[in-house]
């Protein structure tokens, strides 16, 4: 049987995450206490403890959401799971891609961290808090989600950002534009249409300018082939 691990991304936030995994198992303690001492702060608190609307900061999102996969993959690994020989792939949805890439090996937890706080940083820094949207539309095909982003973005940018398949599909843009969205889906029969916890719209051209702060790290920090702590054979390399 062939097994994937697949790391989400933002939305699936919730304030006490990965507490009483920290509290009961001295593996995912570590991997808090490692982010915290990355980050230079103890991120470990906003996430157990909140308030939520810090937590759903994407500068802090994005690194607690990776601390506690992290945490149970490390807690997995503790109670005798090798991931090189017992999971085939790994994966992730947005975010999650760097969760995956930390679990493979690729980028170390402590360098993973300073990614993502980076990458939040840039991405709210793109579009300021309160000024973007995303929303989830279930039960309108593709192409209705199309034209009706179409209709909305006379009220601001409003684009498909994620086709995510049984029927779901996520929008993104400026917020006045995915609010009417929402409406039009509502009108139009849509099963649910509501707007997600995040800070800024993802997975939209007005995240274009993100991407030169993060083509900027990843080019300076230190990369390791997948499962190079499983192989001897592999080493880090830039």
Same mark, same amino acid.
């Given at each position: 049987?062939?097994?994937?691990?697949?790391?989400?991304?933002?939305?699936?936030?919730? =304030?006490?995450?990965?507490?009483? @995994?920290?509290?009961?198992?001295?593996?995912?303690?570590?991997?808090?206490?490692e982010v915290d001492d990355a980050l230079g702060e103890k991120l470990s608190q906003t996430i157990w403890d909140g308030p939520e609307d810090a937590l759903q900061?994407?500068?802090?999102?994005?690194?607690? @959401?990776?601390?506690?996969? @992290?945490?149970? =993959?490390?807690? &997995?690994?503790?109670?005798?799971?090798?991931?090189?020989?017992?999971?085939?792939?790994?994966?992730?949805?947005? /975010?999650?891609?760097?969760?995956? /890439?930390?679990?493979?090996?690729?980028?170390? &937890?402590?360098?993973?961290?300073? &990614? #993502? %706080?980076?990458?939040?940083?840039?991405?709210?820094?793109? =579009?300021?808090?309160?000024?973007?949207?995303?929303?989830?539309?279930?039960?309108?095909?593709?192409?209705?989600?199309?034209? #009706?982003?179409?209709?909305?973005?006379?009220?601001?940018?409003?684009?498909?950002?994620?086709?995510?398949?049984?029927?779901?599909?996520?929008?993104?843009?400026?917020?006045?534009?995915?609010?009417?969205?929402?409406?039009?889906?509502?009108?139009?029969?849509?099963?649910?249409?509501?707007?997600?916890?995040?800070?800024?719209?993802?997975?939209?051209? /007005?995240?274009?300018?993100?991407?030169?702060?993060?083509?900027?790290?990843?080019?300076? =920090? %230190?990369?390791?082939?997948?499962?190079?702590?499983?192989?001897p054979m592999c080493v880090p390399n830039r």
């Amino acid at each position: 049987m062939t097994v994937a691990f697949t790391f989400p991304g933002q939305g699936s936030q919730s =304030v006490g995450m990965g507490k009483t @995994l920290a509290e009961e198992f001295t593996a995912a303690r570590l991997v808090f206490e490692e982010v915290d001492d990355a980050l230079g702060e103890k991120l470990s608190q906003t996430i157990w403890d909140g308030p939520e609307d810090a937590l759903q900061l994407t500068a802090n999102t994005q690194p607690a @959401l990776m601390a506690v996969s @992290l945490a149970v =993959v490390r807690v &997995l690994e503790a109670e005798g799971l090798d991931l090189a020989k017992d999971i085939s792939y790994v994966a992730g949805h947005s /975010l999650g891609e760097y969760s995956a /890439l930390c679990a493979a090996g690729t980028f170390s &937890l402590a360098d993973t961290a300073r &990614l #993502l %706080r980076i990458r939040g940083n840039a991405m709210q820094k793109a =579009v300021p808090v309160g000024k973007g949207a995303m929303a989830a539309i279930i039960g309108l095909s593709f192409e209705e989600i199309e034209a #009706l982003c179409s209709e909305a973005a006379s009220e601001g940018v409003c684009e498909i950002a994620n086709d995510n398949g049984g029927g779901q599909v996520v929008i993104s843009g400026e917020k006045a534009g995915v609010e009417k969205a929402v409406a039009i889906a509502s009108e139009k029969g849509a099963k649910r249409a509501l707007l997600l916890p995040v800070s800024a719209p993802f997975h939209s051209s /007005l995240m274009a300018p993100a991407a030169d702060a993060m083509e900027e790290a990843l080019a300076e =920090v %230190r990369k390791g082939r997948p499962l190079c702590r499983s192989s001897p054979m592999c080493v880090p390399n830039r």
